[in-house]
């Protein structure tokens, strides 16, 4: 069963930093673009950031540019976000998802499985 799990969310104060891992089981993540994408309470989920199936290609949102780094371990089967510098605006469920792909997209109906998310709190 193909399935994605995310971890390493949690509570930090504003400035503060958290790395997010997007675990994969089976299947293989070599074949696939990777996608972290975020949804805050009220709000569409939106594009975070992506890396290609090769790590090659990286996009990242406006809003998170320069903060935060997307990598890939395809030895792991992992895929990673470094957050730094975190905003209270970063409050939001995180989730990965994967796209049988070449190319990045930031578009939510592009990937076909996604983990269950992990909440990202970022407050004082």
């Known amino acids: 069963q193909l399935q994605l799990v995310e971890s390493g969310g949690g509570l930090v104060q504003p400035g503060g930093s958290l790395r997010l891992s997007c675990a994969a089981s089976?299947?293989?993540?070599?074949?696939?673009?990777i996608g972290w994408f975020r949804q805050a309470p009220g709000k569409e989920r939106e594009g975070v950031s992506c890396?290609?199936?090769?790590?090659?290609?990286?996009n990242y949102a406006d809003s998170v540019k320069g903060r935060f780094t997307i990598s890939r371990d395809n030895a792991k089967n992992t895929v990673y976000l470094e957050m730094n510098s975190l905003k209270p605006e970063d409050t939001a469920v995180y989730y990965c998802?994967?796209?049988?792909?070449?190319?990045?997209?930031?578009?939510?109906?592009?990937?076909?499985?996604w983990g269950q998310g992990t909440q990202v709190t970022v407050s004082s």
């Open positions: 998802a994967a796209r049988r792909a070449y190319f990045c997209s930031p578009y939510v109906p592009h990937y076909s499985y």
């Open positions: 089976g299947f293989t993540l070599n074949y696939y673009t």
């Open positions: 890396i290609s199936r090769s790590g090659g290609s990286t």
